[in-house]
């Protein structure tokens, strides 16, 4: 299975700020034949189920705030908050979906400092 | 839209069979494209894939989970169902149903993304 590594564990960004949340696969989610990276983005917040935020690693979900950008190369992707708001705060999962089962990454906790 | 709501036992005991179901309203589970997906989360942990049952009715699980698992629907209900045997306390987690994708990677179907969810249901397995 592919393992999905997110760092850090949790972190803490001012309101406003930038929020920077880190994935990386075990190997390359790229699919080359189509040039898609294979990665989903989840943002989960207490008492909830995880919501889809972004997918083909840079996509966003319709409804999504713009605040919210995926980026990266075949092994190593960014969820990044721009301006950090009081209802971003959350735990946050990566997915790869290049090989099966498809795998999460362990969560990362976004909290306002 | 689709909307979709898990039902079950909250406890089941060691060695015995967790059963749940997933109703799903505002949309067939015979049509539309979805996957009709189960994924269970771990108390404070990360997130399992554990298998879906297609719009047309093809399974496809997790190999971790594949010899206790089947997952299984009734269209006339539009509801769908999993059931895990021989369960011990590791099974303890929040299951949730999910509508998902598939992608196809080199001719292999992969599951892809997953949404929309349910909002979860927790079983514990104790005696």
Redesign the interface.
């Known amino acids: 299975d592919i393992v999905m590594t997110q760092s850090p564990d949790s972190l803490a960004v001012s309101l406003g700020e930038r929020a920077t949340i880190n994935c990386k696969s075990s190997q390359s989610v790229l699919y080359n034949s189509n040039n898609k990276k294979n990665l989903a983005w989840y943002q989960q917040k207490p008492g909830q189920p995880p919501k889809l935020l972004i997918y083909w690693a840079s996509t966003r979900e319709s409804g999504v705030p713009d605040r919210f950008s995926g980026s990266g190369s075949g092994t190593d992707f960014t969820l990044t908050i721009s301006s950090l708001q009081a209802e971003d705060v959350a735990v946050y999962y990566c997915q790869q979906y290049y090989s099966s089962p498809p795998t999460f990454g362990g969560g990362t906790k976004v909290e306002i400092k | 839209q689709v909307q979709l709501q898990e039902s079950g036992p909250g406890l089941v005991k060691p060695s015995q069979t967790l059963s749940l179901t997933c109703t799903v309203s505002g949309g067939s589970i015979g049509g539309g494209g979805y996957y009709w997906t189960w994924i269970r989360q771990h108390p404070g942990?990360?997130?399992?894939?554990i298998g879906f049952i297609s719009y047309s009715g093809t399974t496809?699980y997790?190999?971790?989970l594949k010899s206790r698992l089947t997952i299984s629907r009734d269209t006339s209900k539009n509801q769908f169902s999993l059931k895990l045997t021989s369960v011990t306390a590791a099974d303890t987690a929040v299951y949730?149903c999910?509508g998902g994708s598939i992608?196809m990677?080199?001719g292999?179907?992969?599951?892809?993304?997953?949404?929309p969810?349910?909002?979860?249901t927790l079983v514990t397995v104790s005696s």
């Open positions: 942990k990360g997130l399992e894939w496809y997790n190999p971790s949730y999910a992608t990677v080199r292999v179907m992969v599951p892809s993304w997953f949404d969810w349910g909002q979860g």
